[in-house]
């Protein structure tokens, strides 16, 4: 850590003016980490931009499970929108990226974690670890890593990037010369300019849960010089926290969310079911946030308040008694021993608790007559209804931890225009670049760590040989 340096901290910061990087990584996080370890040990010289005091942006605050889909048909099943060939990259290159992070000696589990997310698989991993061995490589082999400068422009010759315009905290701005750029900014949750312009009126209803320096700096700057979005803009990964909250720090982010609702039912504020909650929670999240006022509560049964409420989501994110946390924060909770005295109180919360004691009636009598529709809305064959008496109902509400559409890539980390041509030295990964997720969500670390590899290697053959041709 001791060689992070604060730009305005530099006697001059202009002094990198007149030095010529090869190439130039934004963002500190997963992404921008494997991107400039990778530059770096292939001999490149990198100058490494991060916004904020502290580098490691929301990975820092993950969970460190480092997973994807198992393969490219569980992908297709999962994310029929997603993008095939940067997922069929992705999914070849995981087990040589677990195996470099394995070679550096941090903790990384020995045994696979099987139906991450409902249908993925992954090893925990000390992320905080493999971050530091990432920042100790980089500056070991010559990169410098500069905190507290923001990266505001890309800088072009009309035919190529030619570097990258800074600003010190102080708002003094600089320019520095590079024959690669790499975007890795994590995304632009954080504004919400570029929220609703995606998504519409609810996001201002959304939580943020990451990082605050993911605010669309990559995007927007990408967008300045020709760069092309992805589909999926308005989709997005978060999880349901519960409402009202009194206050949601980085440390509420794992132990407040609501993990365990595919074993619950979801209803809105008019008391109606509007989704199939079996498809996991990260799904239910964006789906509550499309109701009127993203406002809605979770109804269960005794077994899951005490098992899949206070069990351990996946191995290494902790067991916490996800009821407890949320009254403890805040939350309006009930319970009682009838499904409709449960659902009393909710009136007074602003929700029609007669219709939702009616949609309760009606979703049981479609499981016991194996109906597949329960007032119009899908219920799956796996579907638990609440049985076991006291009956719970906790009020939740959606949460924003990063955005899924993105800039356009392909499948060597190259930045593309409109018609799919690449931007000479312009490179893109993790929650900067959209694609591999698209409303099914297919991880965040492990997309964002071989990601950033290719990235950082296409950004430095191409430094290398001043050409986009030839990336791979
Ligand atoms: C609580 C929580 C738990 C999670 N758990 C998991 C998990 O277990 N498994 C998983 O797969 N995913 C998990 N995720 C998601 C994962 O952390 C993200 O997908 C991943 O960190 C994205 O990596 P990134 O490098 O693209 O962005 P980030 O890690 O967010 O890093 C982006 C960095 O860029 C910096 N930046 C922004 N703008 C600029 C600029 N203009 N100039 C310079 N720097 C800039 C930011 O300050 C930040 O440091 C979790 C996220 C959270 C919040």
Request: aromatic share 6%; glycine share 12%; with cysteine.
């Amino acid at each position: 850590m001791s060689n992070d340096i604060a730009a305005s901290t530099l006697l001059a910061p202009t002094m990198l003016t007149e030095d010529t990087w090869d190439v130039v990584v934004l963002g500190t996080g997963v992404s921008g980490s494997a991107a400039a370890v990778t530059v770096a040990r292939s001999g490149a010289r990198v100058l490494w931009i991060e916004k904020s005091a502290e580098p490691g942006g929301s990975a820092a605050l993950s969970a460190g499970l480092f997973w994807t889909a198992p393969n490219v048909r569980a992908y297709l099943d999962r994310i029929p929108l997603g993008n095939q060939s940067l997922a069929e990259r992705l999914i070849t290159d995981y087990p040589e990226a677990l195996a470099e992070i394995r070679s550096t000696g941090i903790t990384v589990a020995d045994t696979p974690k099987h139906g991450v997310m409902t249908f993925g698989i992954g090893y925990k991993l000390d992320i905080r670890a493999l971050l530091t061995w990432c920042r100790e490589t980089v500056t070991a082999n010559g990169g410098m890593l500069l905190t507290q400068t923001t990266a505001t422009e890309i800088i072009t010759d009309d035919e190529r990037v030619t570097g990258v315009r800074l600003r010190t905290a102080e708002g003094e701005y600089f320019d520095v010369h590079a024959g690669a750029v790499v975007l890795a900014t994590g995304g632009f949750q954080g504004d919400p300019e570029e929220l609703s312009r995606h998504m519409g009126p609810n996001s201002d209803r959304l939580k943020l849960r990451s990082n605050a320096g993911s605010v669309g700096d990559g995007l927007r700057m990408a967008r300045a010089v020709g760069a092309a979005a992805t589909k999926g803009m308005s989709t997005f990964y978060g999880h349901l926290v519960p409402a009202p909250l009194r206050n949601f720090e980085p440390a509420d982010y794992l132990p407040l969310a609501q993990f365990y609702s595919s074993h619950t039912v979801l209803l809105n504020g008019a008391g109606v079911r509007f989704c199939d909650e079996t498809q996991g929670d990260e799904i239910l999240n964006q789906e509550l946030a499309r109701q009127p006022g993203a406002r809605g509560v979770l109804v269960f049964d005794d077994a899951v308040r005490w098992n899949a409420a206070r069990e351990e989501p996946e191995p290494g994110l902790g067991a916490v008694d996800r009821i407890a946390a949320a009254t403890g924060a805040g939350a309006r909770y009930s319970t009682a021993n009838t499904v409709e005295a449960a659902l009393a109180p909710i009136e007074a919360w602003g929700f029609d608790s007669a219709r939702a004691s009616r949609t309760l009636m009606d979703y049981r009598r479609a499981i016991e007559t194996g109906r597949r529709f329960a007032d119009g809305v899908p219920v799956a064959e796996s579907a638990s209804p609440p049985m076991t008496a006291p009956f719970h109902v906790l009020e939740v509400q959606p949460t924003i931890t990063f955005t899924l559409g993105g800039i356009r890539i392909d499948a060597s980390g190259r930045v593309l225009d409109h018609d799919g041509a690449p931007i000479a030295g312009l490179f893109a990964a993790g929650a900067d670049i959209g694609g591999i997720s698209n409303y099914g969500y297919a991880g965040g670390l492990a997309p964002g760590y071989i990601t950033g590899r290719w990235a950082g290697s296409s950004a430095a053959r191409h430094a290398a040989t001043g050409t986009a041709a030839g990336n791979r």
